[in-house]
């Protein structure tokens, strides 16, 4: 009994001051809400290392510089939401309550981005998604209005579904697309639902739209009937992880179409899964290393230095949403909510990796144009640029 | 008409695979009366295992599958000497939450050390063959073959050999049939090598089929055999091969009729209708609760 006593005294004595040194922090605490296991560890990993390269560097030039010149150091809380919708919403409430950081970086993956948001909204708390495309992550669901305190760094679905529709069409000539999505994950489901809708009303014909769900490794029922319907391409708006083994499967059964996809596949893990299969396909993305600007190319060149790979698309949108966060940190000059988003929603245009960021004002969705890459010898390749 | 036969040998690739898991939890259920929720996971490092062996060592696909069966086996048993054997006369709960945990061990274990996805080397590389409309792999062949040929020895086995007749016997009666001098825990400790050998041969089947694997993928594919053994019968070896048999063909040609979305729902409506109607499976008996 008095050993437990002592040990319990012991425990509270080692674990007081540090809970209470954490409050009295002075640094700017960032949260972050990232992917790091479940079905996209290497979405995680990507938005981990870029946000850390990003913090590093301002934390070296002294901290972000706030009102009456004063700079502040930047501290980052990396949180794990195992790519799930409820861990995602549960690590946004624990970010902000408890650890009381002044915004959220991610989640990334529009299922995890969705409750993030809406938690984050009802909170007051900035959030701002990397890569979650979909609408309803800076939408207010029952209003229908934007929401407050949630903004993107990228472009949505919709416009991606124009870019692809008009790429399918126009640049391959091709008149019958099949589609295949996994129905239980967000972005699939949207980019899905809203390239089919685009494609049709463009002129083009859906001759198979098939579903399969989350964890699913056999395709092959699913891919019979698409090869029954003969299409010229088929849409993959699924993430990089599923599309080797859709891709390997339409083979083996004998299909030829080309595949294309959204940017969903932008993680190179796609070319070592896929190898010879996934060859050739087009997919829309953020933003290409081919066509950078000199500050990309300075971020493209640090990363690759830093961490031994070229940067995706994600890292990018990392690098980008850290950077709107710091440039709303110098302009509102606090480290406060409410003055940080007053700011951010005063920002009209910001340069970043990924190229312009434009926002109309009151709502939280960049204008941004997108590049449709090639999956080429092993490697992406540019093709085309798509203004907004 | 191309298009059904086409659909029909997805099925039974499908099928297959299905059973050769389904086939550990049935035998074992059948010796123990336990549930071994590890076995789909056991199921998931057994393809790790061959991805292990084949970046080692590029050896042929007959030498890969063995090798594997055998590091599988061992597993196997040991998880039953570590952490099943000093539960065996606890209730049947804790053996239960056992296996349950013992699965998320090596889940994450794996977790741990290979948080990607990892692309299998080619072990086979397959030829197609087309006839008429229908396009055959050699690889579906060879799955089909290797998984029909061990279950009819797994059948051969336990209906022919003094070995099989213990086995048989222990599911019958546990209590007695020591005191026939039938060595129990050598008999159980098979039970889980060849359950854990036919889970290891499914992944390697399954990690050439589908050469994109993860430490989580033992999950659904685990979960699904799980259901094709209650669907033919838990603790029947030949309702756990016609249950799988039933799945994959279910699953397959609700895609082909339905839409896809739906064959989740039309799959596990059928569990339930099956369930109503044949509550112990398609094959399964009604045993004799013992006091």
């Known amino acids: ?388 | 008409m191309d298009y059904f036969a086409q659909q029909a040998i997805n099925a039974v690739q499908l099928g297959s695979i299905y059973a050769l898991i389904a086939l550990g939890y049935s035998m074992v259920y059948g010796v123990l009366v336990m549930i071994n929720f590890a076995h789909g996971d056991v199921f998931m490092v057994s393809s790790f295992f061959c991805f292990l062996l084949l970046l080692v060592l590029p050896v042929p696909f007959g030498a890969a599958l063995i090798i594997v069966m055998l590091a599988t086996a061992i597993l196997g048993v040991a998880i039953e000497r570590l952490a099943y054997r000093p539960l065996r006369n606890a209730p049947r709960v804790s053996a239960i939450i056992t296996a349950l945990g013992c699965g998320l061990v090596i889940q994450n274990t794996t977790l741990s050390l290979s948080p990607y996805s990892q692309r299998m080397p080619e072990l086979f590389v397959p030829v197609l063959q087309h006839f008429g409309g229908v396009t055959v792999s050699s690889l579906q062949v060879l799955i089909i073959g290797v998984s029909v040929g061990l279950m009819i020895a797994l059948d051969f086995f336990i209906r022919k050999t003094r070995y099989g007749m213990a086995m048989r016997a222990i599911a019958q009666d546990r209590i007695s049939v020591p005191l026939m001098g039938v060595p129990v825990n050598q008999i159980i400790a098979m039970t889980f090598a060849i359950g854990a050998a036919l889970g290891g041969a499914a992944g390697v089947l399954y990690a050439s089929a589908y050469p994109v694997i993860s430490a989580t993928m033992g999950v659904l594919v685990g979960w699904k055999a799980f259901v094709a053994a209650v669907i033919g019968g838990i603790g029947n070896v030949r309702g756990a091969v016609l249950g799988a048999y039933v799945l994959g063909a279910v699953e397959v040609f609700t895609v082909t009729i339905l839409p896809s979305t739906y064959r989740d729902l039309v799959v596990y409506s059928l569990l339930l209708v099956i369930l109503v109607f044949k509550p112990y499976g398609l094959l399964g008996r009604p045993s004799v609760q013992k006091v």
């Open chain 1, 1 to 388: 009994m008095t050993n437990t006593l002592r040990l319990l005294s012991l425990l509270l004595a080692v674990l007081l001051p540090t809970g209470c040194g954490s409050q009295k922090s002075d640094a700017v605490k960032i949260g972050m809400n990232i992917e790091l296991t479940g079905e996209i560890p290497a979405v995680g990993a990507s938005s981990k290392n870029a946000a850390e390269m990003f913090f590093e560097k301002i934390n070296a030039a002294g901290g972000v510089p706030l009102a009456e010149g004063k700079k502040k150091k930047v501290e980052l809380v990396i949180r794990d939401n195992g790519a799930k919708a409820d861990q995602a919403a549960s690590v946004a409430q624990q970010l902000i309550s408890s650890q009381d950081v002044v915004a959220m970086v991610g989640p990334n993956s529009s299922a995890c981005a969705i409750p993030a948001g809406e938690i984050a909204e009802a909170l007051k708390c900035v959030m701002i998604s990397p890569w979650s495309t979909n609408p309803k992550t800076t939408t207010d669901t029952t209003t229908g209005q934007p929401k407050k305190y949630v903004f993107r760094g990228c472009f949505t679905d919709p416009f991606q579904a124009i870019v692809l529709a008009k790429f399918v069409l126009n640049d391959l000539g091709a008149k019958k697309a099949a589609v295949l999505y996994d129905v239980s994950s967000e972005a699939p489901l949207g980019q899905a639902t809203l390239f089919k809708d685009t494609f049709t009303a463009n002129g083009g014909e859906i001759v198979a739209f098939e579903t399969f769900t989350t964890g699913d490794k056999d395709f092959s029922a699913q891919l019979t009937n698409i090869r029954a319907a003969n299409p010229d391409v088929i849409f993959l708006p699924t993430y990089y992880n599923d599309v080797p083994l859709i891709a390997q499967q339409a083979r083996r059964l004998g299909i030829t179409a080309k595949f294309v996809g959204s940017d969903a596949w932008s993680s190179p893990e796609i070319i070592k899964l896929g190898g010879a299969d996934v060859e050739g396909s087009y997919f829309c993305n953020h933003f290409s290393t081919q066509i950078a600007t000199d500050e990309a190319k300075q971020f493209v060149t640090d990363y690759t230095a830093k961490y031994g790979q070229a940067p995706d698309d994600v890292a990018a949108l990392t690098y980008d949403a850290c950077g709107l966060i710091t440039e709303a940190l110098k302009e509102g000059g606090k480290n406060d909510r409410e003055a940080l988003r007053e700011a951010l929603a005063k920002i009209r245009e910001y340069k970043g990796v990924t190229g312009t960021f434009r926002f109309e004002p009151g709502s939280g969705d960049p204008l941004k144009s997108a590049v449709v890459l090639q999956i080429k010898d092993g490697a992406f390749q540019w093709v085309t640029n798509a203004q907004p």
